[in-house]
């Protein structure tokens, strides 16, 4: 069974403009969660789609934005992009996405904003 | 808010030995606590995942230990391999729906 794959892999943007990062997750897996991971801040949670609604969100403004297809796919959005977005981007799957699941992650997608 | 200490923040031991990695959390009003390995440059491969109910889970050479009512957890890796090399993180989700606070991690560095 594939993994979770995410593209592309690594971007590169300037500032203001916008970006679209883009999450296949495990086949039958319908919860697909975003995370942010950064030096200084180290693994924050962005939000998490379970069955194409937003469930939980987290402390980001609103400038990122995501979400889910009918197939389960994903897509997360930012805008106006600023140097402290450089970060790497992961993806997570689990089936529903319930406590006892185990999140299996993507390799990431890695932006630098200049 | 939730936060998640891990000490020390690097560690160096020689292969072969026993070694053990420390998580704190401020809130004990969690669902589970997950340990994750990352290799440079790539994404989290989860290794062990307690349930608040549970005192430990154990994976070949990984024992997972969770102390809820005082906020810690450890993971024991025994007979340590250079493979072993990477940076630990814990986890804990206090909603139950796959929103983890992440610990800075360990970095960890297996001498041949």
């Known amino acids: 069974k594939a993994g979770v794959t995410q593209t592309p892999r690594y971007l590169i943007k300037t500032r203001g403009q916008q970006v679209t990062l883009s999450c296949s997750p495990i086949s039958g897996h319908r919860s697909v969660s975003w995370y942010q991971q950064t030096p200084g801040q180290g693994l924050q949670f962005l939000f998490e789609y379970f069955s194409e609604t937003q469930r939980n969100k987290g402390n980001f403004p609103g400038r990122f934005s995501g979400r889910q297809f009918s197939n389960s796919r994903s897509e997360m959005n930012v805008s106006t992009l600023e140097l402290g977005d450089s970060a790497l981007y992961l993806c997570?799957?689990?089936?529903?996405?319930?406590?006892?699941?185990?999140?299996?992650f993507g390799p990431g997608t890695r932006l630098l904003v200049l | 808010k939730q936060e998640v200490t891990q000490i020390p923040a690097a560690l160096s031991v020689p292969e072969g030995e026993n070694l053990v990695l420390n998580c704190s959390f401020t809130?004990?009003?969690?669902?589970?606590l997950q340990w994750f390995r990352q290799d440079p440059g790539k994404g989290l491969t989860s290794l062990l995942l307690?349930?608040?109910?549970?005192r430990e889970q154990t994976s070949g050479r990984l024992n997972a230990s969770l102390d809820k009512s005082s906020g810690r957890s450890t993971l024991y890796i025994a007979a340590s391999q250079p493979g072993d090399s990477a940076t630990y993180l814990c986890a804990v989700d206090q909603t139950g729906a796959n929103n983890l606070f992440f610990g800075t991690g360990t970095r960890l560095t297996i001498i041949p």
């Open positions: 307690i349930q608040s109910s549970q």
């Open positions: 997570a799957s689990s089936f529903v996405g319930l406590r006892q699941e185990t999140q299996y």
């Open positions: 809130d004990s009003a969690i669902y589970n």
